[in-house]
Nanobody, 120 residues
């Protein structure tokens, strides 16, 4: 299973970005998907998660300004980030809970991370 992230970059404060994370490989099904971020010198923190049916939840930094969504046909999760602030500067990671098959359990996978830099 591979997760490929895209959409990061440099943006001015107040701008927007949309991150994408596409899962590929051999798996039975995708369960929850989510986004974390890690700023330099800080711990990785959870921002948002979304269920297979599209029920979203937000924690801390992702509340109010960020929107998580998914396209099950494309095995892709998105994070739309609006009104970006310099303190949003971080490496953003997607994570996906994969079902390996009936009776085979699940496993979490992580993307490689994409850098988001917000200039003031």
């Amino acid at each position: 299973v591979q997760l490929v992230e895209s959409g990061g970059g440099l943006v001015q404060a107040g701008g927007s970005l949309r991150l994408s994370c596409a899962a590929s490989g051999s798996f039975f099904d995708i369960n929850a998907m989510g986004w974390f971020r890690q700023a330099a010198g800080k711990q990785r923190e959870l921002g948002a998660g979304i269920s297979p049916r599209g029920s979203a939840s937000y924690v801390d930094f992702a509340k109010d300004r960020f929107t998580i969504s998914r396209d099950n046909a494309k095995n892709t999760v998105y994070l739309k980030m609006n009104s970006l602030k310099p303190e949003d500067t971080a490496v953003y990671y997607c994570t996906v809970d994969i079902s390996l098959g009936p009776g085979s359990g699940t496993e979490d996978y992580w993307g490689q991370g994409t850098q988001v830099t917000v200039s003031s």
